[in-house]
């Protein structure tokens, strides 16, 4: 299980991004006016930044919980995968970043049980996106949200289910 508490902004031992560069794709990097769903224009995509000594501070600091969380096998490298791995600090809800190339990606196995796995364990959904278009993947059920402009933000409520009260997630507009 992925531990909030034990979160490390660090590779752990072993770890190397090797041939992967999948969140030079998947993240907007405003500081060189990378969007999301493109190739950063450094990146040489299997290869790495093109300017590696100078990339911005955004990227120096940036690592996915598959560099992170040792214990995540070879199936979750993000380039294997076809998506990036991380958690909301502020939530500590999960979010998978999809490579657009393979927007099913996630609803292969063994993900999308170990997702569902993940949402049932920590009481709270991992939120899958792509692009800006989010999926919340609860227990048993899938939510979809839509695109999640800048001013929304996405809250747990419960509804009831075949008479039976569960947990959903919706989208609020974000206090002014
Ligand atoms: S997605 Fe993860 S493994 Fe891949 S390049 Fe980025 S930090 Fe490295
Ligand atoms: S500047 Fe380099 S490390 Fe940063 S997103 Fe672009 S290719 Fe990736």
Known sequence: MIDPARMANQPAPGRDCGSCTLCCKVY?????????GS???HCQPGRGCAIHATRPEHCRAFFCLWMTQGFLGPEWKPDKA????TM???TNWLFVQLDPGAP?????EPYLTQLRRWAAAGNRPVIVFLNRSATAVMPDHDVPLGTITPDERLVLREELAAGRPRMTV???RAAA
């Open 28 to 36: 907007d990097v405003p500081a060189v006016e990378s969007l999301a």
């Open 170 to 172: 919706v989208k609020v």
């Open 39 to 41: 190739w950063c224009r």
């Open 88 to 90: 909301d600090p502020a």
């Open 104 to 108: 099913q990606a996630w609803r292969k």
């Open 82 to 85: 076809r998506f990036v791995l």
